[in-house]
């Protein structure tokens, strides 16, 4: 079991949710403002993050997705309520961040492509994935047949425990893409680390002990992928 929120039912923080609560604070707004308790065109500024809140939902709804549509929410929202309070001049300054927020988009789209993972084992709970965009995330797996996984950090990191687990058919593959980030990799004693990721401006660091025969009656966890302008450290 990869970790106990994987195997929870289905999250009643939806986008749609985000919606109902967002219009039913509206209508509560406006019966303070005629009573003259508030002013709603003040409150209304913030309407931007709804926006947010309904991006947030999303990614947590469509995490085997790419979060395409929960990113792009995120972004316009947080990019509008800059622009409202900054009266464009903040939004003029940030211009170059949209910028790479389009890029980190497009680098998304391109892994999920590239990648093709079929959907049944995108969707298993011994197949590990994790994102970590401008924050970090922390993943331990314990489950006993282990398939593999795919890791993204971009100006974040990730840190993920494998010392409870089992590989599947005695090999498995991680692949991993660092861009200005860093990330943690934990193994079991015992396990060999084939380290077949490039890296760019950046290292993979194996920390591992190897035995005389590396690969031979050893549990295999083969990592590949890009590390650009960051680093990675597979240890025990």
Do not use: Y
């Not at 093709?116 to 401008?134: C, H, R, Y």
């Not at 974040?156 to 200005?180: H, K, P, T």
């Amino acid at each position: 079991m990869i970790a106990p929120q994987d195997t929870k039912g289905p999250s009643p923080f939806s986008p749609k949710l985000v919606l109902g609560v967002a219009i039913i604070v509206a209508g509560l707004v406006l019966t303070l403002d005629n009573l003259g308790l508030i002013e709603a065109h003040t409150v209304f500024k913030l309407w931007p993050l709804v926006l947010v809140a309904m991006g947030i939902a999303k990614l947590r709804q469509d995490r085997s997705g790419g979060g395409m549509g929960g990113w792009t929410l995120v972004l316009a929202g947080t990019f509008l309520l800059l622009f409202t309070f900054g009266r464009g001049h903040l939004a003029e300054a940030l211009a170059p961040m949209l910028v790479v927020a389009v890029g980190i988009l497009i680098v998304i789209k391109s892994l999920k492509q590239s990648r093709g993972i079929p959907p049944e084992l995108a969707k298993s709970d011994d197949f590990l994935q994790g994102t970590a965009i401008f924050g970090g995330f922390k993943r331990r797996v314990s489950t006993q047949a282990f398939k593999g996984g795919e890791l993204t950090a971009i100006f974040g990191g990730c840190e993920v425990d494998l010392r409870q687990a089992a590989l599947d058919s005695g090999q498995a593959r991680i692949d991993v893409f660092v861009l200005f980030g860093g990330g943690e990799i934990r193994v079991p004693e015992g396990w060999e680390v084939a380290n077949r990721a490039t890296a760019m401006f950046g290292a993979l660091d194996d920390k591992t002990h190897h035995g005389p025969n590396p690969g031979e009656d050893r549990p295999c966890l083969v990592v590949t992928g890009l590390i650009l302008f960051g680093g990675l450290e597979v240890k025990t």
